[in-house]
């Protein structure tokens, strides 16, 4: 389950994916915009500067923007940064290491086996699956929801 951490991250990023490139935007209006608590925004999105999704410019025009191209963000990417992983068990995170206190083999684990399945189907999903595939796919869903007919080729 992702943290509110995470979803207004994604929120944050999306709005900012929207926004002309390397365009800075104020965290005052960001925070407004997505309805986030602006001390909240703050932490989350120096996590995200530092791990090298967003830069940022001080001063007058300063703000935070993209540092790649939302084509170029994978979902999987953001919640490594502010989840730590997600794995669906402790075991599996990358940073822990093998087994746990709660098995005797970790390679004959069935919890382990299967739960190693879940999170390769997890991760097939988020790794492959950008900021720019989410923005479309809400577009999409938006435009079906209204009935709209895209009659482009």
Do not use: H, W
């Amino acid at each position: 389950m992702l943290s509110k951490k995470t979803k207004y991250a994604l929120k944050a990023l999306l709005n900012l994916a929207g926004q002309p490139a390397e365009e800075p935007v104020l965290i005052s209006e960001l925070a407004r915009q997505e309805k986030i608590p602006r001390k909240f925004l703050e932490s989350i999105l120096l996590s995200l500067k530092n791990a090298g999704l967003l830069q940022s410019k001080i001063g007058k025009g300063g703000g935070y923007f993209l540092a790649r191209e939302p084509r170029n963000i994978s979902i999987g990417s953001i919640i490594k940064v502010l989840e730590g992983g997600y794995a669906p068990v402790q075991c599996l995170n990358d940073n822990t290491a093998t087994g746990c206190d709660e098995c005797e083999d970790s390679s004959s684990c069935g919890i382990r086996l299967v739960m190693t399945d879940v999170m390769l189907a997890i991760s097939a999903v988020l790794e492959t699956t950008t900021l720019a595939d989410m923005i479309e796919r809400s577009d999409n869903a938006k435009r079906a929801s209204l009935k709209i007919m895209d009659f482009s080729i």
